[in-house]
């Protein structure tokens, strides 16, 4: 899969693999889309944040992603 993802693959995805599931936001079916889940962070509503870091955290463990910004990880132990 490339870094980018098309409409008709995002249809296709299960809720399952996204950082923010309700609003279908940050897709993380593979290593790449968490290391630019990552990359993309700073975007996030504040107040979906230390949501969205537990869910890259997670994803990144499943991909064996090490996860180094400090922002991602400080959200996540919110």
Known sequence: MSDRISYEERKDLPDSVYGLPE???YPMPDAAHVRAAEAYFR???EDMKPKLAKAILEHAREYGVDV??????SYANE
């Open 23 to 25: 609003r279908r936001e």
């Open 43 to 45: 975007y996030c509503p």
């Open 68 to 73: 180094e910004s400090p922002t991602v990880l």
